[in-house]
């Protein structure tokens, strides 16, 4: 059985997707005013909904705290529950601050950020803190096997010439970010969905000879294990 909280926080996930895909739609169908006016009305919408499920969080955790208080042997049978809640909900903030840009639902529907990332990012950041010790054992082998290689958004294919922008950092194949650069004449954005570069010029771009070190470190790699097959065709 779902609980009401769970409803709600399902309920509000398809929410936010919505007004994810509304503001993908403004991106890539509006230009000029047209676009400034519907960026507008989305941004003021979704400031409606931070402030929403902040009163919906703060008044669901003072319902769980209450909870737990009788979920507790030893209460008073005297608790008067309102007053408790009360008191529970009373120490907490009692007001949004207004922070809109640091609430989650405006970083997932502007940024493309969601919680699941950010829980995938500190996983990574475990997973790779762990791999460290058994680099210093392993070295080398250990790493190929965790690095992949960047794909360009463009070609959809494996970067060899990373070039990288210093505004986003985002890395692209070279040849296909210059074209598509041109192609836009000084529209260009980044094309990384949910990347809030607007506008991408040839200047902002920089070699990346880090990641095409390790590009061509696993290319080689690659391709000797699979050498074996091809000689069969001799
Ligand atoms: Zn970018």
Known sequence: MTSQVERQAN???????????????????????EKTAEMNQLEEIVKDYCVIDFNATRTSEACEEVEDVF??????????VDELYKEKLAQKESS?????????????????????????????????EEDMEYEEMQDSIFYSNVFTPPVDPISKKIIKEPYKSRTCGHVYEYKFILQYIKSMKNKA?????????????VGE?????????????????????SSGDESDDN
């Not at 954005?189 to 010029?201: E, F």
């Not at 000879?209 to 294990?225: D, G, P, R």
């Open 71 to 80: 979920n507790n042997d030893s209460i008073d049978d005297a608790v008067d």
């Open 205 to 225: 771009l920089m070699p990346d000879s880090e990641t095409k070190n390790k590009i061509a470190e696993y290319l080689v790699k690659n391709s000797q294990s």
């Open 96 to 128: 949004f601050d207004g922070n809109y840009q640091q609430h989650k639902i405006w970083k997932e529907v502007f940024l493309g950020i969601t919680d699941h990332d950010v829980e995938e990012i500190e996983e990574t950041a475990t997973q790779n």
């Open 11 to 33: 309920l509000l996930s398809d929410c936010v997707k919505s007004l994810r895909f509304w503001k993908e739609l403004i991106d890539t169908h509006l230009e000029g005013e």
């Open 189 to 201: 954005k980044c094309p990384y969905m949910g990347c809030n570069n607007r506008s991408i010029c």
